[in-house]
């Protein structure tokens, strides 16, 4: 059974920063497709970074130049390193492993994790 524990989340001050994390258990994750989504209150859940078992990157234009996303695969685990924090980026932050197999995609989410900057 695959689950995703994030961590990290908190209070932080506009300017500031802030490392999520999000551990994996189950032997996937180093053929999966790891994202970070964000859903704020009464908006829907978006793509905020992904990065796929190769390495390669992908962010949405909201975070780019002051969010990366980085995986260390000995430790199964997926990172978000947030600077430059801004009031809107305040939501609930998910984890996210995507598998293809057999033609089929898997989807797993973690519990979420809360983020909030003040101003």
């Known amino acids: 059974q695959v689950q995703l524990v994030e961590s990290g989340g908190g209070l932080v001050q506009a300017g500031g920063s802030l490392r999520l994390s999000c551990a994996t258990s189950g032997s996937i994750f180093s053929r999966a497709t790891m994202g970070w989504y964000r859903q704020a209150p009464e908006k829907q859940r978006e793509l905020v970074a992904a990065i796929t078992s190769g390495g390669n990157t992908n962010y949405a234009d909201s975070v780019k130049g002051r969010f990366t996303i980085s995986r260390d695969n000995d430790k199964n685990t997926v990172y978000l390193q947030m600077n430059s924090l801004k009031p809107e980026d305040t939501a609930v932050y998910y984890c996210?492993?995507?598998?293809?197999?057999?033609?089929?995609?898997?989807?797993?989410w973690g519990q979420g994790t809360q983020v909030t900057v003040s101003s």
């Open positions: 996210n492993a995507g598998l293809l197999l057999f033609g089929i995609i898997y989807n797993y």
